[in-house]
Structure formats: structure tokens, C-alpha cells
């Protein structure tokens, strides 16, 4: 029977329920699938820092090589490690080692989920550039602390990356329905965001049968709130990527269902699944977390391992669960409720 290697990081808070929520329903479903699944846990989040100094180990990525994928739960404690501590020591530097360069966010309504917006036939896929850009860490302080002190953040953007993102981009799209959005700032950054249309440009004509048209960043939030179901595909930015899919997260129903994937596309290294929603430390322990966001993105980890019927069986049962208005209400059910009902519904 074939079998995958699955390192469990359940991280920090909530963390910790949802990724065993999302791993018991993984296990039914790789049963029910044929195949089977060995996680292996590792405990590195803030309280291992506080324990060792570190948020994993020294030999942390070469531990995680030997995996065929990673599935994380949150990071993060703020009132114990400051936020810039845990996430350059754990969640960065993973994206990076592995060039997990494409994080792809699935935004649409669930059967029973109210959204804000008066819009529910929305289907977006914002796919964020993951490796570099505003977030490539390059930078620095002088003068610390004195009147003169000063701070440059760098962004980078290599043309190997922005292709790479661009061409994935454009790949969804035809895979989907055709159209792509790609956003930038080019008006204002007349160098990167520049520098990013003008790549767009001259990779367009390698897909005739997808439409592109380039959106300002401000001009593309203002969209997905207003006309989210004129969108399809969206490409963008490490920052802007960002900032964009915790909008899409809200439009469709809060982050309890924001689910990610940081994908290496060409297989050559473990690609990493986790939801977005963050540890909570504020419902931590209280067992009221909604699980639907980490089971999401374990559907998205097996259909990236080409275990497509057993995708689709947990999302099915995901939208037979909220259809019923389980975990369509934050804190009105248990975790293991939501569970529960998402396991019987798979069967």
C-alpha cells in the first residue's frame, strides 16, 4: 500500500487542536482512499524556544527534507516571544530552505457560511509570492536608540522569482477559467513594481488562452470587496499577497475557513500546508476553535500529492458539515463537534 511521510508541527495555541482535528480526518480519509499516512510529530513553537532558545533545531530542515510534506497548525505567542522571534525562526525560514515560492489561497463561500458581503458566487485563488519580495529579511538599524537611529528594509525582487510566481500564476488560470490578475503598485514603486508589469508583459503572449490584466494594490482590495466574483485567479507580491488574502479570508467568512498551501511546485522538496487564522492565544485550551481551516488545507496537502479522490472526499464532507450550519458560527460548537460531524459526514 503506497504511504506518505507527513511531519506534524501543531505550533503554538490553537494550533495544537486544529491540526489534530485535521489529522483525524486525513487518516479516515486516506482509508477510505487506499493509502496510508505516517505523521510524525515535532514540538517546536514558542514554548520550545522558551525551553531551548530556538523555535526548531539546528538540524530542523534536515529533519523536515526526509518528509513528503509538512503540516503545520500556527505560530505564535506574542506575550511570550515577540512575533518577529517565532516567525523568522520557524515559518520563514522552512518557505525559504525548501523555496516554497507559491502560497495559494483558496477564497469562496461554504454551503451555510454567511459572508459580509451581499456577493456569494465568488471563487477566488490568490496566489502569493512567498520567497522574496518585501519580505526577504535584507535591511538593517544603526544608531540604535538614539535620535539619528535609522532602519532600511529592502525589498527583493529577482527575475527568477517574479517569473516563477508569474508563470504559476498564469498556469492556474488556464487550468481554471482563463483569467488572471496581477497586482502591483507601479505607479507609486517605479522600480520592483515596474520591474514586475513589465515581466507580466513579456509572458503573456506564452498564454494566449489566458486574459491578464494588472491591478493596483489599492484598486485590487477595493475589487474584492465590490465586485469579488469578477476575479478568478490573483497573483501578487510576498506584502501585497498577503495583505490581499486576509481580506479574502474575511470575505469569505472569517479565518476559521482560511486555508494555505506553500507549495514547491516542482516536487523537489516537501511543500508545506497550514491555516492562516494564527494561534489565538486568546482561545487557547478553550476547545473552540474551528477546525475547518486546517482540514482544508490537509485536503489541499493530498490533492498536491495526487491523492485527488481523497481531496475531494474531505471537501465534500467539509461542505455536507457546513451545509448543516456546523461550524458555520465561531465558538458555538467544540472543536471535536466540528469534527465529529466532519468525519461522519465522509463516512
Request: hydrophobic share 50%.
Given at each position: 500500500m503506497k504511504s506518505y511521510r507527513i511531519a506534524l508541527v501543531?505550533?503554538?495555541?490553537?494550533?495544537?487542536?486544529?491540526?489534530d482535528a485535521a489529522w483525524q480526518v486525513l487518516e479516515r480519509a486516506a482509508r477510505g482512499a487506499g493509502f496510508g499516512l505516517e505523521g510524525t510529530a515535532f514540538p517546536w513553537s514558542c514554548a520550545y524556544y522558551k525551553e531551548t532558545g530556538a523555535m526548531m533545531p539546528d538540524d530542523g530542515i534536515a529533519t523536515l527534507r526526509g518528509f513528503d510534506s509538512i503540516l503545520l497548525g500556527a505560530v505564535g505567542w506574542p506575550a511570550q516571544v515577540p512575533d518577529n522571534v517565532s516567525l523568522h525562526g520557524l515559518l520563514l525560514p522552512i518557505r525559504k530552505a525548501f523555496v516554497q515560492y507559491a502560497n495559494v489561497r483558496p477564497h469562496r463561500l461554504l454551503p451555510g457560511v454567511t459572508g459580509p458581503l451581499r456577493k456569494t458566487d465568488f471563487d477566488i485563488l490568490c496566489i502569493r509570492e512567498n520567497t522574496e519580495g518585501e519580505y526577504a529579511g535584507a535591511g538593517g538599524r544603526v544608531h540604535r536608540g538614539g535620535p539619528d537611529e535609522v532602519a532600511v528594509e529592502t525589498s527583493v525582487f529577482t527575475r527568477k522569482g517574479v517569473e516563477r510566481i508569474l508563470r504559476f500564476g498564469f498556469e492556474q488560470a488556464r487550468r481554471r477559467t482563463g483569467?488572471?490578475?496581477s497586482v502591483t503598485k507601479s505607479n507609486a514603486q517605479k522600480y520592483s513594481m515596474v520591474f514586475w508589469d513589465e515581466v507580466t508583459e513579456a509572458l503573456a503572449p506564452e498564454y494566449p488562452d489566458?486574459?491578464?490584466?494588472?491591478?493596483?494594490?489599492d484598486a485590487m482590495a477595493a475589487r474584492m470587496v465590490m465586485a469579488p466574483e469578477s476575479l478568478d485567479v490573483v497573483v501578487a507580491s510576498n506584502l501585497f499577497g498577503d495583505i490581499l488574502t486576509d481580506l479574502g479570508a474575511a470575505i469569505q467568512g472569517g479565518l476559521g475557513y482560511a486555508a494555505s498551501a506553500n507549495l514547491v511546485p516542482d516536487r523537489s522538496a516537501p511543500s508545506m500546508f497550514e491555516p492562516v487564522h494564527g494561534s489565538?492565544?486568546?482561545?487557547?485550551?478553550?476547545?473552540?476553535?474551528?477546525?475547518?481551516?486546517?482540514?482544508?488545507?490537509?485536503?489541499?496537502?493530498?490533492e498536491h500529492l495526487g491523492e485527488t479522490a481523497a481531496a475531494d472526499a474531505i471537501m465534500a464532507a467539509i461542505s455536507a458539515t457546513t451545509a448543516r450550519g456546523i461550524g458555520t458560527v465561531q465558538g458555538r460548537e467544540k472543536t471535536g463537534e466540528i469534527t465529529a460531524a466532519v468525519l461522519t459526514a465522509l463516512g
Open positions: 501543531p505550533g503554538d495555541g490553537i494550533g495544537r487542536d486544529v491540526t483569467r488572471l490578475a489566458v486574459t491578464v490584466t494588472s491591478y493596483h494594490i489565538a492565544p486568546d482561545i487557547a485550551h478553550l476547545g473552540i476553535a474551528n477546525p475547518i481551516a486546517a482540514i482544508w488545507s490537509g485536503a489541499m496537502m493530498l
